[in-house]
Nanobody, 125 residues
């Protein structure tokens, strides 16, 4: 069965760093793209970063460009999100997503088939 398991996150002061991990297994087909989304209270879900597993090409939201780094493990079944220079505006529930629908947009969460359980990131001022 499909499992997308997240780890990491927690609480940190502004300026600090955190690292999130996401491991996907049991997928019915090879993963093509893995992404991180986040949702803050009373805000819409937003794409943070995504990586195409074959090419390794990665893309970032403007709000995190230069501060966050997405990477994948050697087996390409795990994706990481290194978050540096965190600020209170980064406080949110973070979700990992994998298996982008053919023709879908990696910025659109609805176009991903499988999701992790979510992990809270809280940044205090």
């Amino acid at each position: 069965h499909v499992e997308v398991v997240q780890s990491g996150g927690g609480s940190v002061q502004a300026g600090g760093s955190l690292r999130l991990s996401c491991k996907a297994s049991g997928l019915p087909r090879d993963r093509n793209c893995m992404a991180w989304f986040r949702q803050a209270p009373d805000k819409a879900r937003e794409g943070v970063a995504h990586i195409y597993t074959d090419s390794g090409l990665s893309y970032y939201a403007d709000s995190v460009q230069g501060r966050f780094t997405i990477s994948q493990g050697n087996a390409k079944d795990t994706v990481y999100l290194q978050m540096d220079s965190l600020g209170p505006e980064d406080t949110a529930m973070y979700y990992c997503a994998t298996n982008l629908d053919d023709g879908g947009s990696a910025w659109n969460g609805a176009d991903f088939a499988y999701w992790g359980q979510g992990t809270q990131v809280t940044v205090s001022a």
